[in-house]
């Protein structure tokens, strides 16, 4: 987690994409702040990005790009 966070700050960013095997999901500032800095119990690089993360979340492409998307389940 403490790398995704450091990731945001140097490139001035609001969330981060993740990729991996399993799919893709994202994380953002407000993960952060809700789920880890709010408790101060752990230390950020002791807490796996993908316990705080949105796992596969709705994307919408617009342009000529063209993405992977996964409707949320209802």
């Known amino acids: 987690m403490g ?3 450091e990731l945001m ?3 001035r960013a609001g969330s981060v ?4 095997s399993n799919g893709f ?3 953002t500032e407000r993960d952060y702040l809700t789920k ?4 101060d119990e752990a230390n ?3 807490v796996p990005v993908i316990d705080i993360m949105t796992a596969s979340p709705y994307v919408k492409v617009s342009g000529r790009r063209r993405a992977w998307t996964r409707r949320p389940s209802v």
Do not use: Q
Not at 17 to 20: A, D, E, F, M
């Open 3 to 5: 790398t995704a966070v």
């Open 9 to 11: 700050r140097s490139t």
């Open 17 to 20: 994409l993740i990729s991996s």
């Open 25 to 27: 999901g994202i994380i």
């Open 36 to 39: 880890v800095a709010v408790y």
């Open 44 to 46: 950020p690089h002791d």
